[in-house]
């Protein structure tokens, strides 16, 4: 079960997810209230449903494709529904969809050997002159003029045009038509030039053939594999152009499935693209009316930007979100229409988990659950694991290196000490003892202390090594203080930790503020071991030599009580730190009271703008109003705030300026710092693309800091 804010909105949502129960095949559980979760679209009642499209949307690793194949996989063995796939990504030298593809008993085609021939008798003139129409437009966008539209109908019915390069020669040297040859020639030159590029540019070979081996219709599945063709290939917008023709025009009209589903992963490839964002747009229109479903897979909305992503969201009923940041989140959650409390979960879901939306109203946090027979039809993470096993082998054994060292050298050292009274009674002698968890070995070096933590999580003892870590880091930051190398070493630490407990997203978020603090990442593991600022313990006199006959000696223990006592002290002086911490906390938060202003000012510079983000505290301090002021200047186009999930946004209309955008925050310290995104769209911004943004920190003392830095940015 997750834990979702103490808010009227988090308390109802789980009842508001136990409302409704969806027919179709079984896709995971609520983590709302433990239910199972079902959903086949199609079986939905259309009043409640309208359209059966779906938008599933996430980070890397976040699961997003897992569970379109999951629900392909499901879809095909439960209700017979059928696939064509337009997959981009892929590794060991294979689509990601392919092992699903040849699973289900389908055909996994190699985009990059794939050829076709346009102006084909196997298709009809409509087809053939679509199909040409959508090569023009992935290279040229701009040739098809409505002249040059005719000049290329009257092409296509010259006898020579059986093939592009005949088409050709037909639009340079046309015949009289209901115009002259002359003024043909003229209207259709650009035309010609942008097909020349695929009979004589670096295109030549996909579509110039003579014939065409058009794909099977009646296949469950099939996966157009474009993982080994170049991402920056001018192939890609024209073979998708093809693929997406092909489906429209031949594999529509002749499937007989129930169902049919066209899945685009990576989909900002073809969404933005001019040769296929038309046809997709129809085909998400009249998807019902095709018996078609498109099953779109993308990282987030903020790649389309605004118009065509809202446009997408509103023909897609069926949404899913895995895991993304906190600004992605805002604008997915905004457009999507989330409520706050959906928005607030995004950024910490787990792999596999995903912010559902179904129909207007439905809201779930859902776990997809994989069988053990989808386990390998789903994995795309195998070279990446390999990469993590073998350099888990290599720290493993320099691990177990250290330890042989370590051993041998107590071993040479034990043989060399003096013998132990064997008159006084021993019952310690068999205790091999080990530090507790609440108490630091500060005699060692601070690289030790950082491998005994990462060895004890290796070995399973997981709390033992956060116990340890979180000691080690306080001791520090009593030390050192907080901004120290010694104290940053431990978020390093924290973070392998946090690893290999399984919580990859807490390890990314604490390498991440070593970053912005200006550290190399993990730099305390390259550094030559260097001496600890406590003191070393207090060591016995060793005693006369040892003899060098030979004599026999009994071994003593690895501690005595004179450094159980030490240790003992050391543990007593750190709860009389930790208390000494507490009491600084409490004086900070008195001083903090004592100088609280409520109000703060953060003077912005975001490009060409000067602007100032002011945040004032209402007199109960229940709320923070924030206002981002542009103060009328001249390159002002674009005003956004964003802050605990509230927001407002403002845009220049016409020669009018953008008014200043304004929300109310909640808090519930009123202390506590507020933190807010600004985005401010200046000289260099245009429409429907992402402006540039600042995370800052305002203080209820009069400061404001940047968020990703800590520098303070305003005067008090």
Known sequence: MIRLPSSHAAITAPLVASLTDFPGIPIGRSLLDGRAFHLSPILVDQKVLPSTNSL?????????????????????????????????????????????TRTLGGRVIDASKFTLNPCSAQFTPGVREQLIRSLILAVEPDALTPQATHALQHALNHPKAGNLSGLVDALVSPEDGRWPAERLADWGVNVAIALSRYTEGALRGLFDGQGSDLPETDLPILSFDFSRVDRNSPAIPSLMAAVCCWVEHVWLPESTAP????VLEEAWQILLSPATSGLIQRLLKFSRRLGLSLDVLMHTLSDLG??????????????????????????????????????????????GQAVWKVGPAYVDVVQTTLRDDELTLTDTSSRRRRAQEAAMGVELAVLDDDQDDQDDQDEGEDDTQEPVDTDEPHQYESWTWELPPTVVDTCQPID????????????????????????GERADITAHGIDSDQATAWLSTRARVAELSGNPT????????????GKEVDWWATQPDSPSPVPPL?????GPEQPSDGASTTR????????????????????????DASDKEESQDRTKAATFKGRSTADLHIDGVDAALVARWTKDRTHVIVELRSYFDKDAKFLRIDANGEKAISARGGDSYPKDPEIMVPVKDPLADVTVWAMIGGKTWKKNTRAESREIRLSPDGAAYDADTGKKISKT
């Open 259 to 262: 169902h049919r589903h066209l």
């Open 448 to 471: 030790t202390r950082h491998r005994d933590v990462v060895r004890a999580a290796m070995e399973g003892r997981l709390s033992e090594a956060a116990d340890l870590a979180a000691v």
């Open 538 to 542: 207090p060591t016995e006199d060793p």
């Open 556 to 579: 003593r223990p690895r501690r005595t009580w004179a450094s159980v006592a030490v240790i003992g002290v050391l543990a007593l002086t750190a709860a009389v730190v930790w208390q």
């Open 306 to 351: 605004e118009g065509a992503a809202q446009d997408l969201a509103r023909l897609c009923e069926v949404v899913h979100v895995g895991r993304l940041g906190p600004e992605e989140a805002a604008i997915v959650g905004a457009i999507l229409g989330l409520p706050a409390w959906a928005i607030e979960e995004i950024p910490k879901l787990d792999p």
């Open 56 to 100: 599933g949307m996430g980070g890397l690793g976040s699961g997003k494709s897992t569970t379109g194949k999951i629900r392909a996989h499901r879809e095909n063995l439960h209700h017979g529904d059928q696939y064509v796939v337009i997959d981009s990504l892929g590794e060991d030298t294979d689509g990601e969809w392919a092992s699903l």
């Open 506 to 517: 807490l390890a990314a978020h604490l390498r991440a503020s070593v970053f912005r603090m």
